[in-house]
């Protein structure tokens, strides 16, 4: 590297350092999307690229020594990972969204954070938040207390039950779960796991139409241990807690009511009145959606060539030629042009804690989602027979768009949330 290079990259912050490395990441991701996709394989080199170009730990607060990158930081990332490799940029998501959390609220212990960053220096070290149960129970979207059960034991907490829906499920390092005491009156929290702990068990049900190569299994707690700090924000839901006599708060223990409410009820944006729950689920929503973006993107540009190249029999011009398929094109590229604008727009609004940018955030990511499907399903529909072929990559990115909608809120729960904040409005006087 010459000394004007040197000092260009000595003046860059440690995002733009990891952002330069983004193109070259996404090349690799897209040489092996196809074999991991028809193997339905874990790409693990696709995520050695990810950590070595520094974009695995991209979210990583300063205070800890990280880039502190923000949301806006993240979906841009996310985007142009899902133009390589969806299930690659899926696992990267659920990593970079723990790391963002631990940023704004601080909520793991400390000891137990450091210990991921040491494993995070030395390799990838894949972390994620396993909320979803077979038959929707323990959802992170406002579902049923979940029915994974802790049980204390006199030690420490015994936990038992199955998660699915796991995105790289087969290589995490770490596992925070939501789980639920045996006690009286059940407590929820998350409970922090290693991937190896033994009682811990990856069944491979993951047998999707797309992000075939995401991994994302059911996970099989077996009795695992979890000592008493790392069971975080342990408290009675809202639902119930209205029924809960005097002194169940407290574990079997006492020990357990130490890390009662270790998750702060704030936000951990200075000066923002949004809750926890809502700013996390707001990043959720505008990462995935970003994802969705980058695959419909790619499929643009694979159909951009196709209509450069194809010249049908009857024709002296390609397709590209034609007005009906520039028009087509055009539909396409205008819905995708809002598709980000909305995105990009509410990231940084979302990392400011504007609390009507956190609550947009759900209808966004159901109108992204639309958005993208949409044009590649377009995509498809032009090319016709060569669109469907699985010597090209397009059949591929329908089905990783379609299948990127089980890590979102329902429809139906989405419209409803929205449609109940606009009768209020329009019940106010």
Not at 162 to 187: F, H, N, Q, S
Not at 407 to 417: I, K, R, W
């Amino acid at each position: 590297m010459t000394s004007t290079a040197t000092a260009v990259a000595a003046d860059q912050s440690p995002v733009a350092t990891a952002l330069a490395g983004l193109p070259r990441v996404v090349d690799l991701l897209a040489a092996r999307a196809e074999e991991h996709d028809r193997d339905a394989t874990f790409p693990y080199q696709g995520i050695e690229a990810v950590h070595e170009a520094g974009l695995l730990t991209l979210t990583v607060a300063q205070r800890y020594g990280g880039p502190g990158g923000t949301l806006a930081d993240t979906v841009r990332v996310l985007a142009q990972l899902g133009r390589g490799d969806a299930s690659v940029a899926v696992v990267t998501a659920f990593t970079l969204l723990r790391h963002a959390e631990q940023a704004r609220l601080a909520s793991w212990p400390t000891a137990g954070y450091r210990r991921l960053l040491t494993e995070s220096r030395r390799g990838p070290a894949l972390v994620s938040t396993l909320h979803a149960e077979p038959g929707g129970q323990g959802g992170a979207h406002g579902g049923a207390v979940p029915a994974t059960v802790a049980r204390w034991d006199g030690d420490g907490w015994l936990l038992t039950g199955r998660k699915t829906y796991c995105a790289g499920a087969e290589a995490l390092t770490w596992m925070a779960i939501t789980a639920r005491t045996d006690e009286p009156v059940p407590r929820v929290g998350t409970f922090l796991v290693r991937g190896e702990s033994e009682g811990v068990e990856v069944d491979p049900t993951w047998d999707q139409l797309g992000l075939r190569a995401s991994a994302s299994h059911d996970v099989v707690l077996d009795s695992v241990r979890v000592p008493a700090e790392l069971a975080l924000g342990l408290a009675v839901p809202k639902s119930a807690a209205g029924t809960a006599p005097s002194g169940t708060g407290t574990g079997s223990s006492g020990t357990a009511s130490a890390v009662a409410g270790t998750t702060p009820s704030g936000s951990g944006v200075v000066g923002s009145t949004v809750p926890a729950v809502e700013l996390t689920r707001a990043w959720h929503d505008l990462a995935l959606s970003a994802i969705a973006l980058g695959v419909a993107r790619s499929a643009e540009d694979w159909l951009v060539r196709f209509l450069h190249q194809r010249t049908p029999a009857n024709l002296t011009e390609p397709l590209g030629s034609l007005l009906r398929y520039r028009c087509a094109l055009g539909e396409i590229e205008a819905q995708l042009i809002g598709a980000e604008e909305l995105v990009n727009g509410l990231a940084p609004r979302v990392d400011r804690g504007e609390p009507d940018a956190v609550a947009r955030t759900g209808p966004a990511h159901l109108l992204v989602t639309r958005a993208a499907t949409a044009a590649v399903q377009q995509a498809v529909a032009l090319t016709g027979n060569p669109g469907l072929s699985r010597r090209h990559p397009l059949e591929r990115y329908l089905r990783d768009v379609l299948s990127s909608r089980v890590h979102f809120a329902p429809d139906e729960a989405v419209l409803d949330t929205v449609g109940r904040a606009a009768l209020d409005r329009g019940a106010r006087p």
